[in-house]
Nanobody
Framework: QLQLVESGGGLVQPGGSLRLSCAVS????????IGWFRQAPGKEREGVAC????????NYADSVKGRFTISRDNAKNTVYLQMNSLKPEDTAVYYC??????????????????????WGQGTQVTVSS
């Protein structure tokens, strides 16, 4: 069974950086597109970034374009989210998710939560001075 475990969250000052990791076990990562989502208190879970199964295609929410970078290392079964120039509004629980999304779908957008079948438990990111 596919399992995803996020790590790398924490407290950071505005303007700082964090790198989140999503370790996948239970199957090879090669077959899945991976998305990063976040959920702030009282808000809906929103898609932040996604990457195709071979890493060739990425997509981002407008709110993080130019600041966040998603990447993957299939040999290590790990996906990363590098977050730079963090803002207080980036504060949320961050989740990684795996979905059977093809390249066309990834190119079209991050997608909604229902397009991803497998989820991690989340890691807290707090941006505050």
């Amino acid at each position: 069974q596919l399992q995803l475990v996020e790590s790398g969250g924490g407290l950071v000052q505005p303007g700082g950086s964090l790198r989140l990791s999503c370790a996948v076990s239970g199957t090879t990562l090669d077959y899945y597109a991976i998305g990063w989502f976040r959920q702030a208190p009282g808000k809906e879970r929103e898609g932040v970034a996604c990457i195709s199964d071979n890493g060739a295609i990425t997509n981002y929410a407008d709110s993080v374009k130019g600041r966040f970078t998603i990447s993957r290392d299939n040999a290590k079964n790990t996906v990363y989210l590098q977050m730079n120039s963090l803002k207080p509004e980036d504060t949320a629980v961050y989740y990684c998710a795996a979905g059977d999304r093809n390249s066309h779908e990834v190119r079209s957008g991050v997608g909604n939560r229902h397009e991803y079948e497998h989820w991690g438990q989340g890691t807290q990111v707090t941006v505050s001075s």
